[in-house]
């Protein structure tokens, strides 16, 4: 199983931007970006399919976050625009999906970088 280190968090004013990395120590099929605030659920943020470069995005960030890689790093990005203190969260990196690499099903997550976003 890979593992997954995201890097990248930090703070930011509302409307700014942020670039979070994740460098995976191996291929995998199936990579995925997820938020959670304490005492909340785990969201989902965005997924891809690494072989095609598809992605998958939810309803809160379409528009503003985009996910990308380079696939020869095996390393996926998350790159946030107009930033809203609702995205304040800790974000994680996660990997090894047996299912579809946009449902929920991974296996395997990294220690979250934190994101705040002051307004």
């Known amino acids: 199983r890979v593992r997954v280190t995201e890097s990248g968090g930090g703070s930011v004013q509302a409307g700014g931007s942020l670039r979070l990395s994740c460098a995976a120590s191996?291929?995998?099929?199936?990579m995925g970006w997820f938020r959670q605030a304490p005492g909340k659920g785990r969201e989902a943020v965005a997924k891809m399919t690494t072989v095609s470069g598809a992605t998958y995005y939810s309803d809160s960030v379409k528009g503003r976050f985009t996910m990308s890689q380079n696939g020869a790093a095996h390393t996926v990005y998350l790159q946030m625009n107009n930033l809203t203190p609702e995205d304040t969260e800790m974000y994680y990196c996660a990997a090894d999906n047996p299912g579809s690499c946009s449902s929920d099903g991974y296996h395997t997550w990294g220690q979250g970088t934190q994101v705040t976003v002051s307004s």
């Open positions: 191996g291929y995998t099929y199936c």
